[in-house]
Protein backbone atom coordinates (compact mmCIF):
# COMPACT_ATOMS: atom_id res chain seq x y z
CA UNK A 1 0.00 0.00 0.00
CA UNK A 2 1.28 3.43 -0.94
CA UNK A 3 1.17 6.45 1.54
CA UNK A 4 -1.46 9.05 1.05
CA UNK A 5 2.08 11.01 -0.19
CA UNK A 6 2.03 8.93 -3.34
CA UNK A 7 5.61 7.10 -2.50
CA UNK A 8 7.23 4.43 -0.72
CA UNK A 9 10.67 4.83 0.34
CA UNK A 10 12.76 1.68 -1.14
CA UNK A 11 12.23 -1.33 1.26
CA UNK A 12 9.73 0.16 2.97
CA UNK A 13 6.44 -0.82 1.75
CA UNK A 14 3.93 -2.26 3.09
CA UNK A 15 4.63 -6.56 3.76
CA UNK A 16 2.39 -9.14 2.09
CA UNK A 17 1.38 -10.53 5.05
CA UNK A 18 -0.74 -13.39 3.35
CA UNK A 19 2.64 -14.64 2.72
CA UNK A 20 5.63 -13.63 5.07
CA UNK A 21 9.24 -14.37 4.71
CA UNK A 22 9.63 -17.98 6.41
CA UNK A 23 12.49 -15.95 8.06
CA UNK A 24 10.31 -13.63 9.37
CA UNK A 25 9.36 -13.21 12.99
CA UNK A 26 5.39 -13.84 13.78
CA UNK A 27 3.97 -10.82 14.59
CA UNK A 28 0.37 -12.09 14.78
CA UNK A 29 0.22 -11.59 18.26
CA UNK A 30 1.01 -7.40 18.62
CA UNK A 31 -1.05 -7.04 15.32
CA UNK A 32 -3.92 -9.05 16.82
CA UNK A 33 -3.31 -6.39 19.96
CA UNK A 34 -3.75 -3.30 17.79
CA UNK A 35 -6.84 -4.52 15.96
CA UNK A 36 -8.62 -5.47 19.50
CA UNK A 37 -8.83 -1.53 20.00
CA UNK A 38 -10.68 -0.78 16.77
CA UNK A 39 -9.10 2.62 15.87
CA UNK A 40 -7.00 4.13 13.20
CA UNK A 41 -3.23 2.73 14.02
CA UNK A 42 -0.53 2.11 11.96
CA UNK A 43 2.80 0.07 13.47
CA UNK A 44 6.28 -0.99 11.74
CA UNK A 45 8.65 -2.71 13.02
CA UNK A 46 12.13 -3.19 11.81
CA UNK A 47 14.46 -6.05 12.45
CA UNK A 48 18.46 -5.84 11.80
CA UNK A 49 17.94 -3.11 8.83
CA UNK A 50 14.55 -4.96 6.98
CA UNK A 51 10.98 -4.07 7.93
CA UNK A 52 9.22 -6.66 8.93
CA UNK A 53 5.92 -5.34 9.38
CA UNK A 54 4.78 -2.00 8.12
CA UNK A 55 1.10 -2.19 8.64
CA UNK A 56 -2.05 0.68 8.74
CA UNK A 57 -5.09 0.03 10.74
CA UNK A 58 -8.28 2.00 9.71
CA UNK A 59 -6.26 4.42 7.48
CA UNK A 60 -3.83 4.51 4.91
CA UNK A 61 0.34 4.20 5.01
CA UNK A 62 0.69 7.80 5.07
CA UNK A 63 -2.03 8.73 7.13
CA UNK A 64 -0.52 11.19 9.68
CA UNK A 65 -0.84 10.73 13.85
CA UNK A 66 -0.36 13.73 16.11
CA UNK A 67 2.77 12.74 17.97
CA UNK A 68 2.16 14.42 21.48
CA UNK A 69 5.82 13.96 23.15
CA UNK A 70 6.76 10.97 21.01
CA UNK A 71 8.23 13.53 19.02
CA UNK A 72 10.05 15.20 21.55
CA UNK A 73 13.32 13.38 20.52
CA UNK A 74 13.19 15.13 17.39
CA UNK A 75 14.22 18.83 19.30
CA UNK A 76 16.84 16.95 21.60
CA UNK A 77 18.51 15.77 18.31
CA UNK A 78 18.34 19.50 17.39
CA UNK A 79 20.57 20.58 20.01
CA UNK A 80 22.21 17.62 20.30
CA UNK A 81 23.58 18.39 16.56
CA UNK A 82 24.39 22.13 17.34
CA UNK A 83 26.65 20.47 20.11
CA UNK A 84 28.17 18.05 17.83
CA UNK A 85 29.18 21.09 15.38
CA UNK A 86 30.65 23.32 18.31
CA UNK A 87 27.77 25.89 17.98
CA UNK A 88 26.91 25.41 21.38
CA UNK A 89 27.78 23.13 24.78
CA UNK A 90 25.57 21.37 26.79
CA UNK A 91 27.10 22.57 30.11
CA UNK A 92 26.56 26.47 29.14
CA UNK A 93 24.15 27.97 31.09
CA UNK A 94 20.82 28.42 28.59
CA UNK A 95 21.21 31.83 28.95
CA UNK A 96 23.99 32.68 27.54
CA UNK A 97 22.62 32.29 24.11
CA UNK A 98 19.41 33.56 25.58
CA UNK A 99 19.88 35.99 27.92
CA UNK A 100 16.05 37.04 29.30
CA UNK A 101 15.66 32.98 29.91
CA UNK A 102 18.18 33.93 33.03
CA UNK A 103 15.80 36.37 34.96
CA UNK A 104 13.95 34.55 38.14
CA UNK A 105 16.48 32.60 39.38
CA UNK A 106 17.53 30.71 36.04
CA UNK A 107 20.72 32.31 35.23
CA UNK A 108 22.81 28.76 36.30
CA UNK A 109 19.99 26.44 34.45
CA UNK A 110 22.54 24.85 31.61
CA UNK A 111 21.69 23.54 28.37
CA UNK A 112 22.21 19.83 29.46
CA UNK A 113 19.91 19.98 32.10
CA UNK A 114 17.06 20.91 29.84
CA UNK A 115 17.58 18.03 28.35
CA UNK A 116 17.55 15.79 31.52
CA UNK A 117 14.38 17.34 32.45
CA UNK A 118 16.19 18.80 35.78
CA UNK A 119 15.62 22.24 35.01
CA UNK A 120 13.45 22.56 37.64
CA UNK A 121 11.03 23.97 35.30
CA UNK A 122 8.21 21.14 34.73
CA UNK A 123 5.61 23.73 33.25
CA UNK A 124 5.94 28.10 32.91
CA UNK A 125 2.92 27.87 34.90
CA UNK A 126 1.03 25.38 35.01
CA UNK A 127 0.25 22.45 32.64
CA UNK A 128 -3.18 24.09 31.78
CA UNK A 129 -2.07 27.21 31.08
CA UNK A 130 0.88 26.51 29.51
CA UNK A 131 -1.29 24.41 26.91
CA UNK A 132 -3.64 27.21 26.66
CA UNK A 133 -0.78 29.12 24.81
CA UNK A 134 0.62 26.62 23.52
CA UNK A 135 -0.43 27.55 19.98
CA UNK A 136 1.50 31.28 20.26
CA UNK A 137 5.60 31.06 20.24
CA UNK A 138 5.99 34.38 21.44
CA UNK A 139 3.76 34.28 24.51
CA UNK A 140 5.15 30.80 25.29
CA UNK A 141 8.96 31.74 25.37
CA UNK A 142 7.66 35.07 27.29
CA UNK A 143 6.05 32.86 29.80
CA UNK A 144 9.43 30.72 30.02
CA UNK A 145 11.20 33.27 30.51
CA UNK A 146 9.07 34.86 33.75
CA UNK A 147 9.08 31.63 35.44
CA UNK A 148 10.64 30.45 38.06
CA UNK A 149 12.40 27.21 39.01
CA UNK A 150 10.28 24.49 41.10
CA UNK A 151 13.16 22.85 41.89
CA UNK A 152 16.76 24.08 42.26
CA UNK A 153 18.30 23.36 38.97
CA UNK A 154 20.26 20.03 38.33
CA UNK A 155 18.71 18.26 41.68
CA UNK A 156 15.87 16.11 40.33
CA UNK A 157 14.35 15.32 37.52
CA UNK A 158 10.42 16.63 36.84
CA UNK A 159 9.13 15.98 33.31
CA UNK A 160 9.16 19.41 31.19
CA UNK A 161 5.50 18.49 29.37
CA UNK A 162 5.31 21.93 27.04
CA UNK A 163 8.31 23.89 28.45
CA UNK A 164 10.60 21.22 26.88
CA UNK A 165 9.88 21.92 23.70
CA UNK A 166 9.83 25.79 24.06
CA UNK A 167 13.18 26.12 25.91
CA UNK A 168 15.43 23.73 23.35
CA UNK A 169 13.49 25.30 20.59
CA UNK A 170 14.21 28.99 21.30
CA UNK A 171 17.63 27.73 22.40
CA UNK A 172 17.90 26.52 18.19
CA UNK A 173 16.48 29.85 17.07
CA UNK A 174 18.83 31.68 18.94
CA UNK A 175 21.78 29.87 18.10
CA UNK A 176 21.13 29.29 14.37
CA UNK A 177 18.74 32.10 13.54
CA UNK A 178 16.80 29.75 11.99
CA UNK A 179 12.97 28.73 13.12
CA UNK A 180 13.18 25.33 14.96
CA UNK A 181 10.88 23.73 12.40
CA UNK A 182 13.12 25.06 9.58
CA UNK A 183 16.06 23.91 11.06
CA UNK A 184 14.62 20.14 12.05
CA UNK A 185 13.62 19.69 8.26
CA UNK A 186 17.08 21.05 6.99
CA UNK A 187 19.39 19.51 8.85
CA UNK A 188 17.90 15.98 10.31
CA UNK A 189 14.40 15.10 8.16
CA UNK A 190 15.13 15.91 4.75
CA UNK A 191 18.31 14.25 4.84
CA UNK A 192 17.16 10.92 6.22
CA UNK A 193 14.38 11.06 3.72
CA UNK A 194 11.36 11.34 6.59
CA UNK A 195 9.22 13.50 3.62
CA UNK A 196 5.74 12.37 5.70
CA UNK A 197 7.08 13.91 9.53
CA UNK A 198 6.54 17.91 10.22
CA UNK A 199 7.00 20.13 13.27
CA UNK A 200 3.73 22.08 12.76
CA UNK A 201 1.08 20.22 10.23
CA UNK A 202 1.28 21.96 6.78
CA UNK A 203 -2.29 23.27 5.44
CA UNK A 204 -2.30 21.51 2.30
CA UNK A 205 -1.63 18.19 4.57
CA UNK A 206 -4.79 18.38 6.84
CA UNK A 207 -6.67 16.13 4.88
CA UNK A 208 -3.87 13.25 5.87
CA UNK A 209 -4.55 13.85 9.46
CA UNK A 210 -5.81 11.52 11.92
CA UNK A 211 -8.48 12.88 14.61
CA UNK A 212 -7.84 11.60 18.24
CA UNK A 213 -10.60 10.29 20.22
CA UNK A 214 -10.22 10.36 23.39
CA UNK A 215 -12.17 7.41 25.92
CA UNK A 216 -13.08 9.57 29.49
CA UNK A 217 -13.70 12.81 30.37
CA UNK A 218 -10.46 14.11 30.34
CA UNK A 219 -9.25 12.45 27.45
CA UNK A 220 -12.19 13.45 25.14
CA UNK A 221 -11.68 16.74 26.76
CA UNK A 222 -7.65 17.23 25.45
CA UNK A 223 -9.09 15.20 22.58
CA UNK A 224 -11.16 18.35 21.83
CA UNK A 225 -8.13 20.70 21.91
CA UNK A 226 -5.68 18.66 20.10
CA UNK A 227 -8.30 17.85 16.90
CA UNK A 228 -8.15 21.84 16.37
CA UNK A 229 -6.32 22.83 12.97
CA UNK A 230 -4.84 25.25 14.77
CA UNK A 231 -3.19 23.12 17.67
CA UNK A 232 -1.86 20.61 14.56
CA UNK A 233 -0.34 23.51 12.84
CA UNK A 234 1.23 25.24 15.85
CA UNK A 235 4.46 25.06 16.18
CA UNK A 236 4.82 23.00 19.30
CA UNK A 237 7.89 21.12 19.76
CA UNK A 238 7.22 18.56 22.58
CA UNK A 239 3.96 17.95 21.45
CA UNK A 240 3.09 19.22 17.72
CA UNK A 241 4.62 16.78 15.73
CA UNK A 242 2.67 14.93 13.31
CA UNK A 243 4.01 11.49 11.26
CA UNK A 244 3.52 8.09 10.21
CA UNK A 245 4.85 4.79 12.03
CA UNK A 246 6.89 4.57 9.04
CA UNK A 247 8.79 7.69 9.11
CA UNK A 248 9.34 7.03 12.89
CA UNK A 249 10.68 3.49 12.66
CA UNK A 250 13.03 4.67 10.38
CA UNK A 251 14.44 7.90 12.20
CA UNK A 252 15.22 5.41 15.17
CA UNK A 253 17.03 2.80 12.39
CA UNK A 254 18.87 6.46 11.66
CA UNK A 255 20.14 6.11 15.53
CA UNK A 256 20.81 2.57 15.78
CA UNK A 257 22.62 3.34 12.45
CA UNK A 258 24.98 5.54 14.45
CA UNK A 259 23.28 8.57 12.64
CA UNK A 260 22.99 7.51 9.29
CA UNK A 261 20.34 6.26 6.95
CA UNK A 262 20.76 4.69 3.42
CA UNK A 263 24.31 6.47 3.14
CA UNK A 264 23.58 9.93 4.40
CA UNK A 265 24.86 10.52 7.80
CA UNK A 266 23.04 13.61 10.31
CA UNK A 267 24.97 12.74 13.47
CA UNK A 268 27.89 11.49 14.89
CA UNK A 269 27.88 7.55 16.65
CA UNK A 270 29.23 9.21 19.52
CA UNK A 271 26.62 12.02 19.86
CA UNK A 272 23.58 9.55 19.94
CA UNK A 273 25.70 7.77 22.55
CA UNK A 274 26.00 10.56 24.44
CA UNK A 275 22.05 11.40 24.04
CA UNK A 276 21.18 8.03 25.58
CA UNK A 277 23.13 7.66 28.41
CA UNK A 278 21.80 7.34 31.40
CA UNK A 279 20.79 10.81 33.51
CA UNK A 280 18.05 9.02 35.64
CA UNK A 281 17.89 5.68 37.06
CA UNK A 282 15.52 4.62 39.65
CA UNK A 283 15.02 8.41 40.64
CA UNK A 284 11.24 9.43 40.39
CA UNK A 285 10.42 11.82 38.42
CA UNK A 286 8.91 14.46 40.78
CA UNK A 287 6.05 15.65 38.02
CA UNK A 288 4.79 12.39 36.65
CA UNK A 289 5.39 10.47 40.02
CA UNK A 290 7.21 7.09 38.30
CA UNK A 291 10.80 6.38 37.97
CA UNK A 292 11.31 7.12 34.85
CA UNK A 293 14.67 6.33 33.30
CA UNK A 294 15.97 9.37 31.42
CA UNK A 295 18.48 10.09 29.48
CA UNK A 296 19.56 13.80 27.36
CA UNK A 297 16.69 13.41 25.17
CA UNK A 298 15.19 9.91 25.47
CA UNK A 299 12.95 8.00 27.88
CA UNK A 300 15.31 4.35 28.37
CA UNK A 301 14.20 1.18 28.43
CA UNK A 302 13.96 -1.57 31.90
CA UNK A 303 12.19 -1.47 35.26
CA UNK A 304 9.53 1.34 35.54
CA UNK A 305 8.40 1.83 39.11
CA UNK A 306 5.23 3.70 40.67
CA UNK A 307 1.44 3.37 40.95
CA UNK A 308 -0.19 1.36 38.43
CA UNK A 309 -2.42 4.02 37.88
CA UNK A 310 -0.11 6.80 37.04
CA UNK A 311 1.26 4.43 34.38
CA UNK A 312 3.80 2.76 37.22
CA UNK A 313 4.88 -1.48 36.18
CA UNK A 314 4.65 -0.93 32.62
CA UNK A 315 7.43 0.06 30.29
CA UNK A 316 5.82 1.53 27.32
CA UNK A 317 8.83 0.00 25.64
CA UNK A 318 7.81 -3.37 26.97
CA UNK A 319 8.40 -5.48 30.41
CA UNK A 320 11.12 -7.41 28.58
CA UNK A 321 12.73 -4.07 26.99
CA UNK A 322 16.76 -3.75 27.27
CA UNK A 323 17.88 -1.30 29.49
CA UNK A 324 20.01 -0.11 26.93
CA UNK A 325 16.41 0.24 24.65
CA UNK A 326 15.59 4.43 24.02
CA UNK A 327 12.86 5.86 22.85
CA UNK A 328 9.70 8.22 24.08
CA UNK A 329 6.78 8.13 24.90
CA UNK A 330 3.81 9.92 23.83
CA UNK A 331 0.51 9.90 26.31
CA UNK A 332 0.10 6.53 25.72
CA UNK A 333 -1.26 7.11 22.31
CA UNK A 334 1.93 6.94 20.28
CA UNK A 335 5.45 5.54 21.16
CA UNK A 336 8.69 5.20 19.00
CA UNK A 337 11.75 3.09 19.99
CA UNK A 338 15.04 1.31 19.55
CA UNK A 339 16.68 -1.74 21.37
CA UNK A 340 20.42 -1.89 20.14
CA UNK A 341 20.93 -5.10 21.76
CA UNK A 342 17.80 -6.14 19.68
CA UNK A 343 18.01 -3.91 16.42
CA UNK A 344 14.82 -3.51 16.83
CA UNK A 345 13.52 0.10 15.75
CA UNK A 346 9.72 0.21 16.02
CA UNK A 347 6.95 3.16 15.59
CA UNK A 348 3.24 2.69 17.15
CA UNK A 349 1.03 5.60 16.32
CA UNK A 350 -2.70 5.68 17.32
CA UNK A 351 -5.98 7.92 17.59
CA UNK A 352 -7.01 6.77 21.29
CA UNK A 353 -6.47 8.94 24.05
CA UNK A 354 -7.21 6.70 27.78
CA UNK A 355 -6.20 6.40 31.30
CA UNK A 356 -2.84 6.65 32.25
CA UNK A 357 -3.08 3.42 33.20
CA UNK A 358 -4.84 1.58 30.65
CA UNK A 359 -2.78 3.36 28.08
CA UNK A 360 0.42 2.35 29.95
CA UNK A 361 -0.66 -1.56 29.88
CA UNK A 362 -1.47 -0.93 26.07
CA UNK A 363 1.78 -0.13 24.65
CA UNK A 364 3.95 -2.24 27.33
CA UNK A 365 1.65 -5.82 25.92
CA UNK A 366 2.18 -4.39 22.19
CA UNK A 367 5.80 -3.63 22.79
CA UNK A 368 6.28 -7.31 24.69
CA UNK A 369 4.58 -8.76 21.54
CA UNK A 370 6.90 -7.34 19.36
CA UNK A 371 10.04 -8.37 21.32
CA UNK A 372 8.86 -12.05 22.26
CA UNK A 373 8.49 -12.51 18.17
CA UNK A 374 11.50 -10.81 17.39
CA UNK A 375 13.99 -11.36 20.32
Known sequence: MAGASGHDPPGLGEPDLGAPDPGAPNLAAAVALVQARRVP????????GEVVLDHAFGCT??????????????VALCVHLLAERGELSLDDPVARYWPAFGQHGK??????????????????????????????????????????????????????VLSYGFILGELVQRVTGVPVADFLRAELLAP?????????????????????????PAEFASALVVNRAATRQAVVPAASVSST?????????????????????????????????????????????????????????????????????????????????????????????????????????TGLLVSRSAGARHMAQVSDAILAACG
Open 245 to 349: ARDLARLYQALLNGGELAGVRVLRAETIRAATRPSSDGQPDRYLHLNVRWSEGFQLGGERGGAARAGGGYSPMGQGSSPRAFGHNGSYVCIGWADPDRQLAVGYL
Open 192 to 216: LGLRDTFLGLPAGQWPRHVPVAGRG
Open 41 to 48: AQLCVIRR
Open 61 to 74: AGSLFFLFSAGKPM
Open 107 to 160: AAITVRQVLQHRSGLPVARSFALDALAMRDWPASVHFVERASPRYPPGEVPAYH
